[in-house]
C-alpha cells in the first residue's frame, strides 16, 4: 500500500522554527518534493531532493530558510523551517515521484503535475 505521511507541523511565532518529516512507503521513488497550499492560492512547490545525491533544490521564497534532507534507509524525508514568516502558512504536503534523475533537484520537481503520490498534509501557522 503507498503511504506518505507528514508530521511536525504547527502553531509558531514569525521568526520561530518548525521541523516538519515525511514518511514514505509502499513504492519506489526517487525524488521527493516538499509543496505548501495556502488557502485561496494553488499549491507551490518549496524544496525538492533526488534521492541518490546532488544538491537540492528550492524555490526563491524560502531559499536560505529551509533545508530539505532525506534519509534513504528511514524512507524519511524532512524539512527545516527557519526564520518562519506568515506568509509561510499554509497545508504542507510531501509527494514523491520516480523521475528521470536529471529533473529531480531543479524546477522542474517543484511541479505538482509530476508527482502522483501525496501525503495529507500537516498545517503551519505562522503568526506575527
Known amino acids: 500500500q503507498v503511504q506518505l505521511a507528514e508530521s511536525g507541523g504547527g502553531s509558531?511565532?514569525?521568526?520561530?522554527?518548525?521541523?516538519?518529516?515525511?514518511?514514505?512507503?509502499?513504492?519506489?521513488?526517487?525524488?521527493?518534493?516538499?509543496?505548501?497550499?495556502?488557502?485561496?492560492?494553488?499549491?507551490?512547490?518549496?524544496?525538492?531532493i533526488y534521492t541518490g545525491g546532488g544538491?537540492?533544490?528550492?524555490?526563491?521564497?524560502v531559499?536560505?530558510?529551509?533545508?530539505i534532507s532525506q534519509d534513504n534507509a528511514k524512507n524519511t524525508m524532512w524539512l527545516q523551517m527557519?526564520?518562519?514568516?506568515p506568509e509561510d502558512t499554509a497545508?504542507?504536503?510531501?509527494?514523491?515521484?520516480?523521475?528521470?534523475?536529471?529533473?529531480?533537484?531543479?524546477?522542474?520537481?517543484?511541479q505538482s503535475a509530476n508527482f502522483p503520490r501525496w501525503g495529507q498534509g500537516t498545517q503551519v501557522t505562522v503568526s506575527s
Open 91 to 110: 497545508t504542507y504536503y510531501c509527494a514523491a515521484a520516480f523521475l528521470v534523475p536529471t529533473t529531480c533537484g531543479t524546477a522542474y520537481a517543484l
Open 12 to 48: 509558531v511565532q514569525a521568526g520561530g522554527s518548525l521541523r516538519l518529516s515525511c514518511v514514505a512507503s509502499g513504492w519506489q521513488y526517487n525524488c521527493m518534493t516538499w509543496f505548501r497550499q495556502a488557502p485561496g492560492k494553488e499549491r507551490e512547490g518549496v524544496a525538492n
Open 82 to 85: 527557519n526564520s518562519l514568516k
Open 63 to 67: 531559499k536560505g530558510r529551509f533545508t
Open 55 to 61: 544538491r537540492p533544490y528550492y524555490a526563491d521564497s
